[in-house]
C-alpha cells in the first residue's frame, strides 16, 4: 500500500504533460515548498550543525520508528525483494539507485539494506524536503539522509564530507537519478549522471534498483486501488579504472538506464514508451480522484 496524498489529480495532469515533453526530471507535486535558495542553504546548514547533537539522535530514532510502524502496517506483509542474492558482489559501499514515486518509497530500499547486514540506508534528499511542514517532512528532516542543495561551497564542502563519513562506514548511500519524485508512475525515467560521478570518483560501484507495482482488487481510497511493490535488485555497475570519472558517469549512467528498462519490460511486458495512458500510475482506476 501507498500512501495517497492530496493534490493527486493535479500531480497526475503534470506528470501527463511533463512525459509528453520530455521534461523527466520536473517536478510534478502541486504543493512542494518553494524556499529561496539563500534561506534554504543557511536552514541546510543549521541542520547539518545539529546532526551529531543529543536532540537530533533523538529525533532521528522517532523518524525511524515512524517509518518501520508504516513498513510494517502498509509494506511488509505484501512487498516482496527478487535478485538479492546480487548485492554479494560488493564488499565495500556504494551507492544505489531507484525509481522515485512515493515519499516513502525507500522503505523497501532500506528494508533491502538492513537484510544485506550493512545496516540503516543513507539517502541523499533534496533540501526542499527539509523544510515541508507535518509530519512528512519531521520525517525527512531526520530519517538518515544528506541534504542536497545545488550550490558550489556546500556541495564542495559539508555534502561532501558528509558522504565520505558515511562511505567510511561501508553504507549504502540511496540517490534517485531521477531526482523528482513522480506519483506511482510506473515508468523507469532517464537520470541524471551525479549519482555515477560520484561513483567513479569515489571508486565504489552503483547498485541499480527498480520497484514493480502490481494493482491490488481492494480500493487505499476513492480511485485508488492498493498496490503491491516487488523490489528488484539488479546487477551492479562498477567504474573502469581506464576511464575517467567524466566517462565513468555517463557510461554507467545510461547502463543504469537500460537495466531499469530492460527490467520494467520484463516485468510488465510491454515495451517502454513515454506516451501515458491511466495505467502508468499504479494503482489509478482512470477516474478523477
Request: charged share 25%.
Amino acid at each position: 500500500m501507498l500512501l495517497v496524498t492530496p493534490g493527486r489529480s493535479q500531480a497526475i495532469e503534470n506528470i501527463r504533460r511533463a512525459a509528453a515533453e520530455g521534461r523527466f526530471n520536473d517536478k510534478t507535486e502541486p504543493f512542494d515548498p518553494e524556499w529561496s535558495p539563500e534561506a534554504l542553504k543557511a536552514d541546510i546548514l543549521r541542520y547539518v550543525d545539529r546532526m551529531d547533537s543529543p536532540l537530533f539522535k533523538a529525533k532521528n530514532l522517532l523518524a525511524r520508528a515512524v517509518v518501520d510502524a508504516w513498513r510494517r502496517r502498509y509494506s511488509d506483509g505484501v512487498n516482496e525483494i527478487v535478485g538479492l542474492e546480487k548485492i554479494a558482489a560488493v564488499k565495500g559501499a556504494a551507492f544505489v539507485t531507484g525509481n522515485h514515486f512515493n515519499p516513502f518509497d525507500n522503505g523497501v530500499l532500506r528494508r533491502m539494506a538492513l537484510d544485506t547486514g550493512r545496516g540503516r540506508l543513507i539517502a541523499v534528499s533534496q533540501g526542499t524536503n527539509f523544510v515541508m511542514p507535518g509530519l512528512n517532512g519531521f520525517v525527512l528532516r531526520n530519517i538518515d539522509v544528506i541534504p542536497l542543495i545545488r550550490e558550489p561551497s556546500y556541495m564542495n564542502g559539508a555534502f561532501r564530507q558528509l558522504m565520505q563519513k558515511q562511505l567510511d562506514r561501508r553504507r549504502f548511500i540511496l540517490i534517485y537519478p531521477e531526482q523528482e519524485m513522480w506519483f506511482n508512475y510506473r515508468k523507469p525515467r532517464p537520470g541524471k549522471r551525479g549519482a555515477f560521478l560520484f561513483a567513479a570518483e569515489y571508486g565504489v560501484p552503483v547498485i541499480p534498483t527498480f520497484v514493480e507495482m502490481q494493482d491490488l482488487p481492494r480500493l487505499q481510497a476513492p480511485s485508488f486501488r492498493e498496490v503491491r511493490l516487488v523490489l528488484h535488485v539488479l546487477d551492479p555497475i562498477f567504474p573502469d579504472p581506464q576511464q575517467s570519472a567524466r566517462e565513468n558517469s555517463f557510461a554507467m549512467c545510461q547502463a543504469d538506464y537500460e537495466a531499469k528498462k530492460n527490467c520494467y519490460e520484463g516485468c510488465y511486458h510491454r515495451a517502454l514508451t513515454y506516451d501515458f495512458s491511466p495505467w502508468d500510475i499504479a494503482g489509478w482506476t482512470g477516474e478523477t480522484p
